[in-house]
T-cell receptor, first 117, second 119 residues
């Protein structure tokens, strides 16, 4: 299993440009999410999905769109990039715990470092 | 509003020493408290987690201590090693880690602690 994969690893955009950050997982996890990581602020949830066709907003959704057409893929779209969106973006996935399990673990991808000029 | 406050921001420990990272939370609905470890250039990975029905959980050199009345929990790394040098994040969620609904799986993270263990 490749786990959670993200592309690209690095990206530089100009203000106003749009782009899509790709995320895929091969673990058949139904829950997927996007976080951004900024210095001194930890990881903040942008959007999440509990299954194909179902998405919802997290803590910081403005300026981002998501869709979930398949279980495997969960792309994050920046509609009109702004310098405030300069960050490291992480995609994560998790499964429903089976009976007797005590927690569900979120598996993170390697991240995409985005710079908006 | 930061619901999970983490301290210190950075920590330097000698090899063999004890590393202690503290977190405090505000939302009394939180009932699942994981710690994630992140190495440079990598995504975070689950290290250890606790639910509030116990006051302590130990896995190898890593221990979580939990104080429900004070709404605080901490990570202790015994016999710290240079390989432990990483950023550590505490987190919290509702649903005890068992509920499949999206809102219950949302993790609220602390701001992170950069740990350096000197050889």
């Amino acid at each position: 299993n490749a786990g959670v994969t993200q592309t690209p690893k690095f990206q530089v955009l100009k203000t106003g440009q749009s782009m899509t950050l790709q995320c895929a997982q091969d673990m058949n996890h139904e829950y997927m999410s996007w976080y951004r990581q900024d210095p001194g602020m930890g990881l903040r949830l942008i959007h999440y999905s509990v299954g194909a066709g179902i998405t919802d907003q997290g803590e910081v959704p403005n300026g981002y769109n998501v869709s979930r057409s398949t279980t495997e893929d969960f792309p994050l779209r920046l509609l009109s990039a702004a310098p405030s969106q300069t960050s490291v973006y992480f995609c994560a996935s998790s499964y429903s715990p089976t009976s007797g399990s005590t927690y569900n673990e979120q598996f993170f991808g390697p991240g995409t470092r985005l710079t908006v000029l | 509003q930061q619901q999970v406050k983490q301290s210190p921001q950075s920590l330097i420990v000698q090899k063999g020493g004890i590393s202690i990272i503290n977190c405090a939370y505000e939302n009394t609905a939180f009932d699942y408290f994981p710690w994630y470890q992140q190495f440079p250039g990598k995504g975070p990975a689950l290290l250890i987690a606790i639910r509030p029905d116990v006051s302590e959980k130990k896995e190898g050199r890593f221990t979580i201590s939990f104080n429900k009345s004070a709404k605080q929990f901490s990570l202790h790394i015994m016999d710290s090693q240079p390989g432990d040098s990483a950023t550590y994040f505490c987190a919290a969620s509702t649903g005890a880690g068992l509920i499949s609904s999206g809102s219950a799986r949302q993790l609220t993270f602390g701001s992170g602690t950069q740990l350096t263990v000197l050889p």
